[in-house]
């Protein structure tokens, strides 16, 4: 490289640094003045200040009403989920469960999630597993594959994986145990 080519390198290196320093500074000097910036709202003559307490109140209230309605939906699943029992249908879904209540499959998948620990199709199955436990207590000689598909299980890994999960043995295991063979 010759000396021409090496100060024109360093006076273009030079010149990129400071255009660095320069934009930093200016970002800085911006993020400084909005942060320190004051907002003010117009405020009509006749308009009273707002009392704390009130406003405090007005929270609360608003809280308990979506606890309400909260406590309410919550109800209404397990009233639906004993007394019509949908999870006997195998392809049920959250959508259609949900739209049954008047809500949305979000709202009730987050409902799920925090009122029972686990998700929706878990729930579905645990459900299901109370009702095989269920409908074998009132005839110990129903064969397995009747036994799920009358729980609302579509396939046999997840009956027995489920069935494990909430039980810790399986279908066959259990039966054994109740019966005593």
Request: charged share 25%.
């Amino acid at each position: 490289m010759d000396k021409l080519s090496f100060i024109t390198l360093v006076i273009l290196a030079s010149s990129v640094t400071t255009t660095l320093l320069i934009m930093a500074a200016i970002f800085m000097n911006h993020r400084h003045q909005s942060r320190n910036r004051q907002y003010s709202y117009p405020v009509s003559d006749d308009a009273a200040p707002e009392d704390p307490e009130r406003i405090l109140e007005d929270e609360a209230a608003v809280y308990d009403v979506s606890q309400q309605r909260i406590s309410d939906l919550m109800s209404r699943f397990r009233a639906l989920m004993e007394e019509q029992k949908p999870f006997l249908e195998p392809k049920v879904s959250i959508e259609a469960i949900a739209n049954s209540l008047g809500t949305n499959k979000t709202t009730l998948s987050k409902l799920v999630n925090d009122t029972f620990g686990m998700n929706f199709k878990q729930l579905l199955n645990s459900y299901r597993v109370k009702e095989a436990i269920m409908l074998f207590s009132r005839d110990h000689n129903i064969s397995m594959e009747d036994l799920r598909s009358a729980a609302g299980f579509n396939s046999i890994g997840t009956f027995t994986s489920s069935f494990s999960r909430f039980t810790g043995c399986t279908p066959g295991e259990y039966c054994k145990k109740v019966v005593g063979r």
